[in-house]
């Protein structure tokens, strides 16, 4: 049979899927007709009700100085974006293995792997930024690759091969460091980084929009064209609904499952670069806890952890939201441990209307 027909119909896209397979669900719940579009317009926008939601607050809520809002200083803006950037990065990777149903508890450990890369080829190779970024995402794809065969041929369930992963990574990272960050001074000469490099930490347009958030963004627009354009994304989201059924129809099930942690893994890879760049070195405990935050920013954008249904647009919405609640909570000086608090209840709330949606 060929692959094509089992490609899900329009309806079963990125963007329309959610909504429609609620509306049909409300439907079969007994929702009234007139309420049904309200039920799949909140499920559909449920990140960006909720980012809207959030950001009303920080501006609420914001410490003011001679009467301005704090949260609206368009430098805090930036740092906010630009914070939010690498797990931003890593989340819109974590979104394309949660779709067919897995999950990646590696890429933090990745991150700091390909930051101490990065970090050791330019300080101490005569390697150029361009051939030791090259290096450092082939690393990445190489971890992604190996965690989805490994996943897939000997049927182990991902978060077991990419917890193994995790501590490969973080093994390696600390090896090759000899378990101390290596410190990035730019310049010619030995044990300097060539100062090209140094634009991950600068701002462009007028100095207002940081590097690594512009790097967000064009990673964010094309996994987007991805997902709602390509025969790929189709048979994303047929495996995450049903693998089973995909397999049986002819989808390229290993294929497409070892793709898409080859996608996490060279995201990863990226995202310990920009790392690297923003913090001027590369530490081989770069990136510890990242992947829980990955994976928050991912279900708060709305994607089911059962595989299936879920958008980038959502996982970025989740990303942004996550960083304006941490950045309001540190400008009112708020405990660290009541902003863990704060975030687990947040993840909490977008699991809830999961299972809310399911059921409705």
């Avoid at 397979?21 to 007709?33: D, K, M, N, Q, T």
Wanted: proline share 4%; charged share 10%; hydrophobic share 55%.
């Amino acid at each position: 049979m060929s692959t094509t027909s089992v490609e899900p119909q329009r309806d079963l896209g990125p963007d329309d899927e959610q909504p429609r397979g609620s509306a049909r669900a409300a439907l079969a719940a007994g929702v009234p007709r007139d309420r049904r579009g309200w039920v799949d317009l909140v499920f559909r926008l449920q990140s960006l009700f909720g980012l809207l939601l959030v950001f009303a607050a920080a501006v609420v809520f914001s410490p003011r100085r001679n009467g301005e809002v704090l949260f609206l200083d368009p430098t805090n803006i930036a740092n906010v974006v630009r914070a939010t950037s690498v797990i931003g990065i890593i989340a819109v990777g974590m979104t394309f293995v949660i779709l067919v149903g897995g999950i990646d508890l590696s890429v933090g450990a990745v991150l700091g792997l390909a930051a101490t890369g990065t970090a050791a080829l330019l300080v101490n190779s005569d390697q150029g930024v361009l051939v030791t970024c090259l290096v450092v995402l082939a690393i990445g794809l190489v971890v992604g690759v190996a965690q989805g065969l490994i996943s897939t041929k000997l049927g182990i369930q991902s978060f077991i091969v990419t917890l193994a992963g995790l501590q490969i990574a973080r093994g390696l990272a600390r090896m090759w460091s000899g378990g101390q960050g290596i410190p990035l001074a730019y310049g010619d000469g030995p044990d300097l980084a060539p100062d090209s490099f140094s634009v991950l930490n600068s701002r462009v347009l007028g100095g207002t929009v940081p590097v690594p958030a512009l790097i967000f963004v064009v990673v964010a627009a094309v996994a987007i064209w991805v997902l709602r354009r390509t025969t790929f994304a189709r048979h994303v989201y047929a495996i995450g609904g049903n693998e089973r059924a995909a397999r049986l129809s002819g989808v390229p099930v290993v294929r497409v499952k070892v793709a898409v942690f080859a996608i996490s893994g060279v995201l990863a890879a990226l995202a310990g670069i920009v790392h690297a760049g923003q913090l001027n070195q590369g530490s081989p405990n770069a990136g510890i806890g990242y992947e829980l935050n990955a994976i928050a920013a991912v279900v708060i954008g709305g994607t089911s952890l059962m595989g299936g249904s879920g958008t980038v647009v959502g996982t970025v919405a989740g990303a942004l939201l996550l960083g304006i609640l941490n950045n309001v909570l540190a400008l009112n000086n708020i405990d660290a441990n009541i902003q863990l608090l704060t975030t687990g209840v947040v993840i909490i709330i977008a699991v809830a209307l999961q299972s809310v949606r399911r059921r409705v």
